[in-house]
DNA sequence: CAATATTGTTAGCCAAGGCTAAACTGTTTG
DNA sequence: CAAACAGTTTAGCCTTGGCTAACAATATTG
């Protein structure tokens, strides 16, 4: 469907920056933003809890609770979403594992948060805020972008 | 607080790329990502409706609705929360305005997604998966990241 | 100008992702 | 080895942001 209001040339004022992109376009960006955000909550457990295994040898719920500073009951919920989905296997009171999709998860995550992090220092942002800032694009970054980012930090640091 | 499992080092695999962030730091970055996605789409309706107001001379619902890719439900609750927040004006069946506090926001979302997706398309990422992946990526970028995605752009264009 | 089409609202449903409080399990230690 | 502590789970609550279906108001048009 278009646009409500034909004659809206004769209403609007002196043309301000870009145009507005066609509807199914500018649809579709939302709607890619929308399905992001599904995943993103998931993908972050998933990849801390590999970090904690590599890292650790273990991923309690505890850690993930103060790592993400949220609740440990939160947290518990969650894990029992990443059962259901078959991401994580768990026994009460023990430390997780990751299942093979989970590890194939946390990998794809882990390797798509280094390129962005890496890039955005390459760019010239500050470790602390690059972090930050890495946190939450990571999961807007489409593969195509991500492969540009990734030739660019290396043609930076040769 | 700190991480269980004090002698993880005994137990833990080859180090594994980059160590883990300290928790306090690890843990603001999750909370900048909550915080953001708190306030994310409200800034898109609001620069959404800003652009409608400056492109067509009015923002109806359906518009919104259609742009959005949502139902007209869900815009016209969304509507009845921007007018609690006080970002726009509504009459029923009429066209919404933005208030003083709706056009200062709709005038830094816009400006910020502009920079976002200038920037990728100065990087070489073709329009089309620009402007989707700016539209995620505008709500996760410091104002540092910001100001270099800007000078970037800029240098590329002269 | 009445009928129809479009647009907007309301009600009621759902899942996700937070929280606190309370109960339960496992571990450490006096 | 009992008590205390640390970690985990469960229950119940809340807000956000989707949806569909039904209804209401406005706009268009035969
Ligand atoms: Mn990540
Ligand atoms: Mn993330
Ligand atoms: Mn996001
Ligand atoms: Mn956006």
Redesign the interface.
């Known amino acids: 469907?278009?646009?409500?209001?034909p004659n809206?040339s004769l209403?609007?004022?002196s043309i301000?920056?870009?145009?507005?992109?066609p509807?199914e376009?500018?649809?579709?960006?939302?709607?890619?933003?929308r399905n992001?955000?599904e995943t993103e909550l998931i993908e972050?457990y998933v990849e801390l809890i590999g970090?904690?295994l590599?890292?650790?040898?273990?991923a309690?719920a505890?850690?993930i609770a103060?790592?993400?500073?949220?609740s440990q009951a939160t947290v518990s919920k969650m894990i029992r979403r990443l059962n259901e989905l078959e991401l994580v296997t768990s026994k009460p009171y023990r430390s997780l594992f990751l299942t093979e999709a989970g590890q194939k998860m946390a990998e794809t995550s882990?390797a798509r948060h280094?390129i962005v992090l890496h890039f955005?220092r390459a760019?010239?942002?500050?470790d602390?805020?690059?972090?930050?800032?890495a946190?939450?694009?990571e999961?807007?970054?489409?593969d195509?972008?991500l492969a540009?980012?990734q030739r660019?930090t290396e043609q930076r640091q040769n």
């Open positions: 469907m278009t646009d409500s209001n809206a209403t609007a004022p301000p920056g870009d145009a507005l992109p509807v376009q500018h649809a579709q960006q939302y709607a890619t933003v992001a955000h972050d970090d904690l590599a890292h650790r040898g273990e309690r505890a850690d103060n790592r993400m500073a949220v882990r280094d955005l760019l010239g942002v500050r602390a805020t690059a972090r930050i800032d946190e939450g694009m999961h807007h970054v489409s195509e972008t540009i980012m660019f």
